[in-house]
Structure formats: C-alpha cells, structure tokens
C-alpha cells in the first residue's frame, strides 16, 4: 500500500512537473510575442519619429531662408539704427506706420494706383533692411506689390519712395 501510495505521488509529482513546463513554455512564447510586437512597434515610431524630426529640420531650414532678408535678422542694417536707439522693435514701428497710412475713404497714398473696386490698402508688410520694404495692396478687386524705399530721421519720422511697383488684373473668383 505505501509503494502505490509513493506510485501515485510520483506521478502526480511527475504531471505537476509537466504541467508547470507546458504551462511555462507556453507564457513564455506569448510574452515573447508581445516583446516582438513592441519592438516591432517601437522600431516604427522610431521611424516615425525620425521622419517628423527631419520635417522639422526641413521647416526650420525654409524658415531661416525665409527670414534671410527681414531687418530683424540682419545684424548690419540694425547697426544703421544703433544712433536712433529704438526701444520697440523697429520692423513692427516700420509696418505700423505703413498700415496707419491706410483709410477707409481714401487709398493709401503709398499705393500709386487708384482704386477701381474700392479703396486700394496695404495689408501686408515685410521690411527687408534699413532702407527697403516689400508691401502687398489691394483694393479687393485689384491686388498689387511695390517695393518702398524709406528714410528715418533723428526725429523717428519716416518718409517714403515707391521704387517699384506692380498691378495685377482683376480677380477671377
């Protein structure tokens, strides 16, 4: 009686024992499959990633060519103004005075067209150096460009001269 009593733990040692292995191996084989799928993961957001940091490295590329000619980044041109000793900055002074010339009644008398559709205004500036600014107009109709030419005294006066100037044909909608 006691050898089948030892018989039986035996073989129910021997079963635990198999169960536990079958039971291991196969945790074991799904924890690897999810280790695989979160490398697999992980290696595409990686790819991901790269790919957005090189995005980025494109826009910060096209932006600093953008702001190539604009007086902030222009380091000569600000020394031109070093004597005005400006306290704001000096390219939003430059466009503030250009949009104030606009009006509801008249064009701007920067623009040297008149007005076909409406009245012809500024309505965007960008100002290149200490001497040069690129000004967009339109009258909602009519649109154009020209380039100023501008002069600032001691007294922070600025006074204007058209260099160039474009008119394009009407707008088609």
């Known amino acids: 009686m006691k050898k089948r009593i030892l018989g039986y733990a035996l073989l129910f040692v021997i079963l635990l024992a198999l169960y536990q292995y079958v039971n291991t191996n196969r945790m074991y084989e799904k924890m690897n499959g999810k280790i695989e799928k979160l490398r697999t993961e992980r290696d595409e957001m990686s790819t991901q990633i790269q790919a ?7 826009l910060i590329n096209e932006n600093l060519d953008l702001s190539y000619f604009t007086l902030k980044h222009n380091a000569e041109a600000l020394e031109y103004f070093e004597k005005y000793q400006f306290t704001d900055d000096l390219s939003q002074y430059i466009e503030d005075v250009i ?14 067209f008149a007005g076909m559709d409406g009245v012809f205004v500024i ?4 100002v290149i150096n200490h001497k040069w600014a690129l000004c967009s107009f339109t009258d909602s109709g009519y ?23 474009t008119l394009y044909n009407k707008f088609t909608k």
């Open 52 to 58: 957005k940091r090189d995005s980025i490295d494109v």
């Open 123 to 126: 309505d965007k500036v960008k």
């Open 99 to 112: 949009y104030d010339k606009n009006s509801t009644k008249n064009d701007n008398p920067l623009v040297p």
């Open 143 to 165: 649109w154009g460009e020209m380039i100023l030419s501008y002069e600032i005294d001691k007294d922070k006066n600025l006074t204007f001269e058209i260099v160039s100037e």
